[in-house]
């Protein structure tokens, strides 16, 4: 089996993190830049759960998120955390626009989150690995990382 990064799929996998970098950064800068937050009184019953978010400044605050995070995947830093973090946001918004208030165009984008989501978890899954252990010890983040770093080490001597 080829590595990831030299299969054709690369090429799939970058095109997806960065559409759903440029997705997430429009989305977040929209608010950021112009402080556009839109009129959630038409969104059926979304709306009232949206419009509560913005009021106590969740909504707010998930926007200067996505800004971050919209940044980490297009600088291609920290990636398999901020799917994590996206995955978080995704489930809302796949929720919400699925089964709460199914209309076209938030069925259109109940789907882009799921599927841009899902195939980005899988595409970087093998970070991931080690959470789908039965058993597990304790294991200090720190000597997680001293590890990374010398088995990257081993590999560049070879």
Known sequence: ???????????????????????????????????????????????????????????????????VLGSMLLLNIGVPLALIIMAGISVTIVFLNLFVSPDPRELFTGFQELLLTGGLLLAYGGYYANFCRVKAEPFWFWDGMRKRENSTQGANRE
């Open 1 to 67: 089996m080829k590595i990831a990064n030299e299969s054709p799929w690369k090429f799939v996998v970058m095109w997806m993190r960065l559409y759903f970098a440029f997705h997430y950064l429009s989305s977040g800068l929209n608010f950021v830049v112009f402080r556009y937050i839109p009129d959630f009184s038409h969104a059926g019953k979304v709306g009232s759960y949206i419009g509560a978010m913005a009021d106590v400044g969740f909504y707010q605050m998930v926007k200067y998120l996505e800004v």
